[in-house]
């Protein structure tokens, strides 16, 4: 990583890290926060403070990486989970909508060398290991598209996905028992993937110690064949949401964001638009 398309800083290291217990599998993609003005020194320097108890191994935002913690040891930037911590090197991207081009150019910069280093690893949300909003709206779709060396696709069209026959709903459809995928709301027909549901045995597991619903992740895979960016994680969350509101709005059905019969085959059945 000799020649590099940003400036690069190692002026600082962060005391908040330990030594890596397995092989680098992935990079974490982080934000700092909402975009509310937050500079990049302020983030640095809190990350380099002891007290905070967390670090990345790098900061990014427009042309320039902070490196903190050498990405051949552990920083402290998945929460409490062990594999996200062990396995993965953490980004810390700028949040702010102004510097948002040139810091996504300068992440994937940093990921293309990365690669060159350990490999073809994947691009994780923080959210894949902790209950959290980070990394917010960032696109790793299209983080990881620019880090292969495409062009920025903001104005490209969606994937063109032709209609086809849905596949069949996954869950009960018997009166009384119609099940749909929603939110977390105490009620047994509500799937969100974050729990079993003893009404649809089947299609919610448990993988890697994390509740999963195979339909909805086959369903999510599909929006993205779409043009969405979620998160295949069989889990019915805030994007999940947003993107099932918007199939909606296009198919004219109740924008709920419950996925039932209808919404479930409007992934399928409906043109791009």
């Given at each position: 990583?000799?020649?590099?398309?940003?400036?690069?800083?190692?002026?600082?290291?962060?005391?908040?890290?330990?030594?890596?217990?397995g092989k680098v599998t992935g990079i974490t993609i982080h934000w700092w926060g909402k975009p509310t003005g937050q500079s990049a020194s302020g983030i640095v320097s809190w990350?380099?403070?002891?007290?905070?108890?967390?670090?990345?191994?790098?900061?990014?935002?427009?042309?320039?990486?902070?490196?903190?913690?050498?990405?051949?040891?552990?920083?402290?930037?998945?929460?409490?989970?062990?594999?996200?911590?062990?396995?993965?090197?953490?980004?810390?991207?700028?949040?702010?909508?102004?510097?948002?081009?040139?810091?996504?150019?300068t992440a994937a910069a940093l990921i293309a060398d990365l690669r060159a280093v350990y490999g073809d690893v994947k691009l994780y949300p923080h959210r894949h290991w902790t209950?959290?909003?980070?990394?917010?709206?960032?696109?790793?779709?299209?983080?990881?598209?620019?880090?292969?060396?495409?062009?920025?696709?903001?104005?490209?069209?969606?994937?063109?996905?032709?209609?086809?026959?849905?596949?069949?709903?996954?869950?009960?459809?018997?009166?009384?028992?119609?099940?749909?995928?929603?939110?977390?709301?105490?009620?047994?027909?509500?799937?969100?993937?974050?729990?079993?549901?003893?009404?649809?045995?089947?299609?919610?597991?448990?993988?890697?110690?994390?509740?999963?619903?195979?339909?909805?992740?086959?369903?999510?895979?599909?929006?993205?064949?779409?043009?969405?960016?979620?998160?295949?994680?069989?889990?019915?969350?805030?994007?999940?949401?947003?993107?099932?509101?918007?199939?909606?709005?296009?198919?004219?059905?109740?924008?709920?964001?419950?996925?039932?019969?209808?919404?479930?085959?409007?992934?399928?059945?409906?043109?791009?638009?």
């Open positions: 990583m000799s020649t590099r398309a940003y400036r690069y800083i190692t002026n600082l290291t962060s005391p908040n890290q330990s030594a890596r217990n990350l380099c403070n002891k007290a905070s108890k967390v670090s990345a191994h790098y900061v990014v935002s427009e042309g320039t990486v902070w490196c903190l913690v050498d990405p051949d040891r552990k920083a402290w930037h998945a929460g409490g989970n062990g594999d996200g911590n062990n396995h993965t090197i953490g980004l810390e991207l700028d949040p702010n909508a102004s510097r948002r081009a040139a810091t996504m150019k209950s959290t909003e980070c990394p917010g709206d960032y696109d790793l779709t299209e983080l990881d598209r620019l880090a292969r060396g495409g062009s920025a696709s903001a104005s490209e069209p969606a994937e063109t996905v032709k209609p086809t026959a849905a596949p069949a709903f996954p869950l009960p459809r018997r009166t009384g028992k119609m099940c749909f995928y929603g939110p977390e709301d105490g009620r047994i027909t509500s799937v969100s993937g974050k729990g079993l549901n003893t009404l649809a045995p089947a299609d919610v597991v448990k993988v890697n110690g994390r509740w999963r619903s195979q339909g909805l992740a086959k369903w999510q895979q599909r929006m993205n064949a779409r043009g969405y960016s979620l998160d295949v994680d069989g889990r019915y969350g805030d994007a999940t949401a947003k993107a099932a509101r918007n199939l909606q709005r296009l198919a004219k059905v109740a924008q709920d964001g419950k996925i039932g019969p209808a919404t479930w085959a409007a992934a399928w059945t409906l043109p791009v638009q």
